[in-house]
């Protein structure tokens, strides 16, 4: 029997059989684009005149500074088109989408930077797509709806479950099952069955691959350490991908630990989670004593997943990275840290990792290098940092 | 013969589904108890999961009443135990992989064959990956169900090949609930199934009345009804055993009057 999609006891393809066929023909598509020249010179195209790349990768030396110890520099993917590393994926998968003669992309998202990005590409392409979002999270950021509908797409309210991002991508599923042979479910993160983790992270791996060749080039050697939040995972895969074989480079990923591991309030799957089988693969969840997956909480929704992806997983079973939870109030620690030092406000999921190098930085040397991957930028968090503090804006 | 196979020898089955614990475990054994009586010929009984994905909403707000009365695994099997005495009819659940995973696979099953549970229906495990569980099953003696969709085109004869107990063959895309029309040609996939193996074959997904049944079982070996079960549960909640009996009588009527094999 296949084993493929496995990395080590994570990953595979827990799903209905309806969708079988499909992530059949979407692994031979992919097989054979992923090598043709074709494909990766459109992708290529798109990457660097539609989204912006490469991105740039800053030395934050205000920040060195202040804290005295490892050089910190910053993958700036916040810059990119739509204001994150979520477009790499899209322009991938959509145009993946568009090579197999599909007419329609669907996606989940969270607070909705995924869901921009997937009705970017779709309205670039020319496909049509339709976002499923918690009605929860479609409240709290009516902004990125109006968005998302001003770019053509449609966005569905998911009413089931607790309203969120889980429940966006169990419905985005329940989607492809009623509709599936014209349509490509966009995944957003290296999650669900294969081939979708291995898709996703190559087409994020862009990060890791520019942060290499463009440190290399600035400081003649690779990173110390590189930093990355996770949630699904994907900025964190795409970052990670390129070090693993460069045993000297530690890999490094911030989960959101919300209101803190010991509270029920958390989203750090691998520091409280078990092994488990949802969403079509085997990986870390945060579940009961049951095995009911539970509802998490973070301040940041892209980071609001009760899962990891398997490779993570994996990563972390194999003790190749490391995965350390940061509070809520951590985060926003580092939110206001980043925006003062650089004149750079981040992305609330990104200060995640922002935190975390600002903490082990002092305590290495000055010769050490860390690359912090800011994934997105933070206008969008704004109106909830200044509610979170108590400040009135008057929004 | 695989011992749910039986239950198709020389007639056409009814095959109905509920979710334990929805309104009450009691009321559970309850409905299984009025479901057996009234003609069913195979009893599904759902382990409630949290994140249903291969479910409707029907069947989701079911699941969702089940957990919120907070039962666990140990409590449906000491259900089980107690309804295997008042029925004749063979049980099987139909469950999401990750409840199991967490009880513990060969605990599971172990108690599925102490218990009486003959079969085992996964949504979320194709058969790719049935080595999660295959060396439990085959330890107790519980049939793996195998799912064949409208999708499922030249998988169908490796699946058709290594199916046990009988093939579930869904009707149509998407999620399980009600429809007013099945629109997939049925018949030819049955005949397609019916060229590779004898294990029998029972459409669901979408049936719920008796002439949808009927129609099904001109061709297929069997109909399975599970969200119009669970909607008159809905409704009626603790007095709906009556409904249920009711219900079933007629659709099983319907059945039986379809053209035999």
Known sequence: ?395 | MNKISEIFKNKKCLITYLTAGDPSLDKTEEFIVSLAKNGADLIEIGIPFSDPVAEGEVIQNAMARALSENIGLDDIFNMVSSVVKKISVPLAFMTYLNPLLTYGYDKFFKRCKETGIEAIIVPDMPFEEQDEIKEFTGKYGVTIITLIAPTSLERIEKLAKNAEGFIYLVSSLGVTGTRSEITTDINSIVSKIKQITDVPVAVGFGISTGKQAKDMTESADGAIIGSAIVKIIAEHKENAAAKIAGFVSEVKTAVNGSRRR
């Open chain 1, 1 to 395: 029997m296949s084993k493929k999609g496995k990395y080590g006891i994570h990953g595979g393809q827990y799903i209905p059989e309806t969708l079988m066929n499909a992530v059949n023909e979407l692994e031979k598509a992919y097989g054979y684009y992923k090598n043709d020249k074709i494909f990766n010179a459109e992708l290529e195209t798109l990457f660097n005149d539609y989204a912006g790349r490469p991105s740039r990768l800053y030395y934050a030396e205000n920040l060195t500074e202040k804290l005295g110890g490892a050089k910190i520099y910053l993958k700036r993917e916040d810059l990119n088109h739509t204001g994150s590393h979520k477009i790499n994926n899209v322009l991938g998968q959509t145009l993946l989408a568009k090579k197999m003669g599909k007419k329609r992309i669907i996606a989940e998202t969270g607070a909705g930077q995924h869901g921009v990005a997937a009705a970017t590409a779709a309205a670039l392409l020319g496909l049509e797509c339709e976002v499923f979002m918690g009605e929860e999270d479609t409240q709290r950021q009516s902004l990125n709806v109006f968005r998302m509908q001003l770019l053509g797409a449609k966005v569905h309210p998911v009413k089931s479950g607790a309203k969120t991002l889980k429940d966006a991508t169990s419905e985005a599923m329940r989607e492809w099952t009623r509709r599936v042979d014209d349509t490509l479910y966009v995944i957003g993160s290296v999650m669900g069955p294969h081939p979708f983790p291995e898709i996703v992270r190559d087409f994020q791996s862009v990060i890791g691959k520019e942060i290499k060749s463009q440190l290399l080039e600035k400081e003649g050697k690779l990173p110390d350490a590189v930093i990355a939040c996770v949630g699904g995972g994907s900025n964190a895969m795409g970052t990670f991908y390129d070090f693993i074989g460069d045993k000297n480079v530690k890999l490094i990923g911030c989960e959101a630990a919300g209101k803190g591991v010991d509270t029920p309030e958390t989203a750090a799957t691998i520091a409280t989670g078990r092994t488990g089988i949802f969403h079509g693969m085997k990986s870390y969840f945060c579940q009961t004593v049951n095995g009911q997956i539970v509802p998490v909480y973070s301040i940041s929704a892209g980071l609001d997943y009760p899962g990891i992806g398997p490779e993570h997983s994996y990563l972390h079973d194999i003790k190749r990275a490391e995965y350390v939870p940061v509070t809520d109030a951590q985060a926003v620690e580092a939110f206001e840290l980043l925006s003062r030092t650089e004149g750079i406000i981040p992305a609330i999921e990104s200060a995640h990792a922002v935190y975390y190098a600002a903490k082990i930085a002092p305590e290495m040397k000055k010769d050490e290098t860390i690359v912090v991957t800011l994934s997105g930028r933070g206008d969008k968090d704004a109106a909830m940092i200044a509610k979170y503090k108590g400040v009135n804006i008057n929004e």
